[in-house]
């Protein structure tokens, strides 16, 4: 599989439980990016890494997220103590970073969160 | 702060209409642009992207212009299928100048598309 594989596809969980999403990006790319898209809106920038370095965090991305991507390869998303307005898509998206700076982001197929 | 907005929000045409989706940003000072497709509960196809030198690009039904110095972009569809019924989402990266980061993108908020039979 050459796309970004995302997983699970859908999770619901009650409110206060923790919940954890695993993003596997193309093999070769060394930018991989977390988005939040809810329902009628576009994404929203989450954290954003390059290799193994997380270069940036959205002011979104509270104190109950965080972000891992330990070896550079997968990364994971984990919420804890999740609330009803957590409820949304969690995109990943990763991209292969050139000297020009074009940056052509691929995107997985999203992890859906439903919070009770 | 950057801003995008798409209008309209939603849009139904019958089939084999040319139609035009319109695009808008506050910050001229952009790298790149994109256009997105989205069908229900997916992620996102990047449709076409356009470098911030670039005034337009194409690919097959579709072309997508840009005028950065109003801030506008458009996606034209020729002879709309039903096929092509989706939330068509367009985004913006920021140049590094302005924004501090060319990494993170800027999303509209969609324009729904039905195209019917």
């Known amino acids: 599989d050459t796309g970004v594989s995302q997983d699970p596809r859908h999770k619901i969980t009650k409110r206060g439980q923790n919940v954890t999403f695993r993003c596997d990006p193309i093999?070769?790319?060394?930018?991989l990016y977390w988005y939040r898209q809810t329902l009628g809106q576009g994404p929203e920038f989450l954290t954003y890494f390059q290799n193994e370095a997380q270069l940036e965090k959205s002011r979104l991305l509270s104190d109950r997220f965080s972000a891992e991507r330990p070896k550079g390869s997968f990364s994971t998303l984990e919420i804890q103590r999740t609330e009803q307005g957590d409820s949304a898509m969690y995109l990943c998206?990763?991209?292969?970073?050139?000297?020009?700076?074009?940056?052509?982001?691929?995107f997985g197929a999203g992890s859906r969160l439903t919070v009770l | 702060k950057q801003e995008v907005t798409q209008i309209p929000a939603a849009l139904s045409v019958p089939e084999g209409e040319n139609l035009v989706l319109n695009c808008s940003f506050t910050d001229s000072a952009i790298y790149n642009l994109q256009w997105f497709r989205q069908d229900p509960g997916k992620g996102l196809t990047s449709l076409l992207l356009?470098?911030?030198?670039?005034r337009e690009q194409t690919s097959g039904r579709l072309n997508a212009s840009l005028d950065k110095s109003s801030g506008r972009s458009t996606l034209y569809i020729a002879a709309s299928q039903p096929g092509d019924s989706a939330t068509y989402l367009c985004a913006v990266t920021a140049a590094l100048a302005s924004s501090g980061s060319a990494r993170q993108l800027t999303f509209g908020s969609g324009t729904q598309l039905t195209v019917l039979p």
């Open positions: 998206a990763s991209s292969l970073s050139y000297r020009s700076g074009a940056n052509v982001l691929t």
């Open positions: 093999s070769e790319h060394n930018r």
């Open positions: 356009i470098q911030s030198s670039q």
